[in-house]
């Protein structure tokens, strides 16, 4: 089970990292009985002896910026940005200020929000949708946007590709399996019924093929959600599929769903329809528009929106809700504190205008660009891949040569190190913020290039030329 090199290096590097991150480490185990939490847990079978003794997360106290501090007063620059929900980094005061505000005035859940019609108006305006919802989670605004769309179409089945996270709603929780020589599709985790997935089809992305499948099952689709960029590869942007897969499904009559929790408001002001300049008949969106609340948002075209609540109509006339509606509710949906963030977020993002992304997206790129020449003139097998402001790093082959770790081991070893350097990081997608200054971009990069020249000292990351390397 464990590998002397791995074990040499983390008997020196445990107590060093567990040293700084005492406290963190002491808040789990001390409520560990009490707090089953998936954060850092090992879960899902991948946990591993080796690390046990730092299967922890960090405990914030405090963040500004692009700053975080833990319990133990370390100080972090944060790239993990609350999963991509700060694109202004933490606390910025226009948030704070409205927050501050709406706390003062209570909160008045059960009556109508104030500001949800303004909110709304305001991702029509960015999004170029007719009608929004609000919902409060990215989650639940997937599950609602498929129910819309079945309401709508009267059919069941809906198509998803793989590797694309849409949320822990069970109903998208499915996969391709081959199973004895037969394609499958499968939950993701225990305790999801087969019979919930029934009518998911997990189709590869990109893959013309998939397109062919989409043609084959038109008259029963009931929608196809995608990811606008797939969440395993951001480099793997297919324009042209998108392109293709609206087109078809605008000919066959089948919703197209974009699942824009990560692109939404942070690619691009209009989020990843206007980048791919590819339209969708519904959104769903979260993270950055809650300016850190809780929200989830469902945008779309009236003909599908007007299943939430029978469509428009007017008083002192004869209209009333005449379109087929479907169930949609939420105790929380609206609430005071997440609509006074969202319009503060939407006011703010109108104002800046697309030079906001455009221009820390440039930033990503050169921070990007910067660290694989490094990586690769020092002839390291390690990448970053970017899409707008979110990057992640990875391995450029299935195997560590020389060296008995695994790629997993190996990316999971190189991420403590980071964390030990003072860079809150995750091992998928991090995220640069308006808020990271140059200096803190430099300091990223220092941390990586110390991570390195140390991993090597211990005997990980040999040299190798990876001009003849395959991507995996
Ligand atoms: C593309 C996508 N869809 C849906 C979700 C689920 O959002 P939430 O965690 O707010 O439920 C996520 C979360 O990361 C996501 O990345």
């Given at each position: 089970?464990?590998?002397?090199?791995?074990?040499?290096?983390?008997?020196?590097?445990?107590?060093?990292?567990?040293?700084?991150?005492?406290?963190?480490?002491?808040?789990?185990?001390?409520?560990?009985?009490?707090?089953?939490?998936?954060?850092?847990?090992?879960?899902?079978g991948?946990?591993?002896?080796?690390?046990?003794?730092?299967?922890?997360?960090?405990?914030?106290?405090?963040?500004?910026?692009?700053?975080?501090?833990?319990?133990?007063?370390?100080?972090?620059?944060?790239?993990?940005?609350?999963?991509?929900?700060?694109?202004?980094?933490?606390?910025?005061?226009?948030?704070?200020e409205?927050?501050?505000?709406?706390?003062e005035?209570?909160?008045?859940?059960?009556?109508?929000?104030?500001?949800?019609?303004?909110?709304?108006?305001?991702?029509?305006?960015?999004?170029?949708?007719?009608?929004?919802?609000?919902?409060n989670?990215?989650?639940?605004?997937?599950?609602?946007?498929?129910?819309?769309?079945?309401?709508?179409?009267?059919?069941?089945?809906?198509?998803?590709?793989?590797?694309?996270?849409?949320?822990?709603?069970?109903?998208?929780?499915?996969?391709?399996?081959?199973?004895?020589?037969?394609?499958?599709?499968?939950?993701?985790?225990?305790?999801?019924?087969?019979?919930?997935?029934?009518?998911?089809?997990?189709?590869?992305?990109?893959?013309?093929?998939?397109?062919?499948?989409?043609?084959a099952?038109?008259?029963?689709?009931?929608?196809?959600?995608?990811?606008?960029?797939?969440?395993?590869?951001?480099?793997?942007?297919?324009?042209?599929?998108?392109?293709?897969?609206?087109?078809?499904?605008?000919?066959?009559?089948?919703?197209?769903?974009?699942?824009e929790?990560?692109?939404?408001?942070?690619?691009?002001?209009?989020?990843?329809?206007?980048?791919f300049?590819?339209?969708?008949?519904?959104?769903?969106?979260?993270?950055?528009?809650?300016?850190?609340?809780?929200?989830?948002?469902?945008a779309?075209?009236?003909?599908?929106?007007?299943?939430?609540?029978?469509?428009?109509?007017?008083?002192?006339?004869?209209?009333?809700?005449?379109?087929k509606?479907?169930?949609?509710?939420?105790?929380?949906?609206?609430?005071?504190?997440?609509?006074?963030?969202?319009?503060?977020?939407?006011?703010?993002?109108?104002?800046?205008?697309?030079?906001?992304?455009?221009?820390?997206?440039?930033?990503t790129?050169?921070?990007?660009?910067?660290?694989?020449?490094?990586?690769?003139?020092?002839?390291?097998?390690?990448?970053?891949?970017?899409?707008?402001?979110?990057?992640?790093?990875?391995?450029?082959?299935?195997?560590?040569?020389?060296?008995?770790?695994?790629?997993?081991?190996l990316?999971?070893?190189?991420?403590?190190?980071?964390?030990?350097?003072?860079?809150?990081?995750?091992?998928?997608?991090?995220?640069?913020?308006?808020?990271?200054?140059?200096?803190?971009?430099?300091?990223?990069?220092?941390?990586?290039?110390?991570?390195?020249?140390?991993?090597?000292?211990?005997?990980?990351?040999?040299?190798?030329?990876?001009?003849?390397?395959?991507?995996?």
């Amino acid at each position: 089970m464990f590998n002397s090199v791995l074990t040499t290096h983390l008997e020196k590097f445990i107590p060093r990292y567990t040293k700084r991150t005492k406290t963190s480490k002491f808040l789990k185990q001390n409520y560990h009985q009490v707090l089953a939490d998936t954060q850092q847990s090992g879960r899902f079978g991948n946990f591993n002896l080796s690390f046990k003794e730092i299967y922890y997360p960090i405990v914030g106290k405090h963040s500004l910026g692009s700053k975080l501090w833990d319990v133990d007063n370390n100080e972090y620059i944060d790239v993990r940005m609350g999963l991509g929900i700060n694109l202004f980094g933490h606390n910025p005061y226009f948030i704070r200020e409205v927050l501050t505000n709406q706390i003062e005035k209570g909160f008045q859940l059960g009556s109508q929000s104030q500001l949800a019609g303004e909110v709304a108006e305001l991702i029509c305006e960015l999004t170029g949708m007719e009608r929004v919802t609000f919902i409060n989670t990215g989650t639940e605004a997937v599950m609602t946007a498929i129910r819309l769309a079945r309401t709508v179409t009267g059919r069941d089945k809906i198509v998803i590709f793989s590797s694309s996270y849409h949320g822990h709603f069970d109903g998208v929780l499915a996969k391709a399996q081959i199973i004895d020589g037969n394609l499958n599709i499968v939950p993701t985790a225990p305790g999801i019924p087969n019979s919930i997935i029934k009518d998911v089809l997990v189709l590869n992305y990109g893959n013309p093929q998939s397109l062919e499948v989409i043609k084959a099952h038109k008259q029963e689709l009931a929608a196809v959600l995608v990811v606008p960029v797939h969440t395993a590869r951001f480099s793997f942007k297919l324009k042209t599929f998108l392109q293709e897969l609206r087109k078809l499904t605008k000919e066959s009559g089948i919703p197209l769903i974009f699942d824009e929790m990560t692109t939404g408001f942070r690619i691009h002001p209009g989020g990843a329809q206007a980048y791919f300049n590819v339209e969708a008949d519904i959104a769903t969106y979260g993270k950055v528009i809650g300016g850190g609340m809780p929200i989830g948002v469902i945008a779309g075209k009236a003909c599908y929106m007007n299943a939430v609540d029978g469509g428009v109509w007017n008083y002192e006339d004869d209209s009333y809700p005449s379109a087929k509606t479907t169930f949609v509710a939420g105790t929380f949906c609206k609430h005071p504190l997440a609509m006074a963030a969202a319009q503060s977020v939407l006011e703010y993002l109108k104002k800046e205008g697309p030079n906001l992304q455009l221009q820390l997206n440039q930033r990503t790129s050169e921070f990007v660009q910067t660290l694989n020449s490094y990586l690769e003139k020092n002839e390291v097998p390690i990448r970053l891949d970017s899409f707008g402001s979110a990057f992640f790093f990875y391995y450029l082959e299935n195997t560590v040569p020389t060296v008995d770790i695994t790629v997993s081991e190996l990316m999971e070893l190189f991420r403590y190190h980071l964390i030990d350097r003072g860079v809150h990081i995750v091992g998928s997608s991090n995220y640069l913020s308006t808020a990271h200054t140059e200096q803190d971009i430099n300091y990223i990069i220092q941390a990586v290039k110390d991570s390195v020249t140390e991993l090597r000292q211990e005997g990980f990351l040999p040299r190798i030329s990876c001009s003849n390397m395959a991507l995996i």
